[in-house]
């Protein structure tokens, strides 16, 4: 996935990211979050910015 980084990317963003992540590998919740810190952020909160 391709991330803009002229702006922030809002939290309905990344709602919307961990329910496809979790639509798509069949899995709870946790996993989808964790997953999604794996694979969007390499596991770096702050990997886009601060505000992202």
Known sequence: MTVNH????KKEYF???IKLVWASR?????QAKD?????????NK???GKDT
């Not at 002229?6 to 990317?9: P, R, S």
């Not at 997953?35 to 596991?43: D, H, S, V």
């Open 6 to 9: 002229g702006g922030a990317l």
């Open 15 to 17: 709602l919307s990211y």
């Open 26 to 30: 069949s899995c709870c919740l946790a």
């Open 35 to 43: 997953l999604t810190m794996q694979i969007f952020f390499k596991n």
């Open 46 to 48: 702050e990997l886009y």
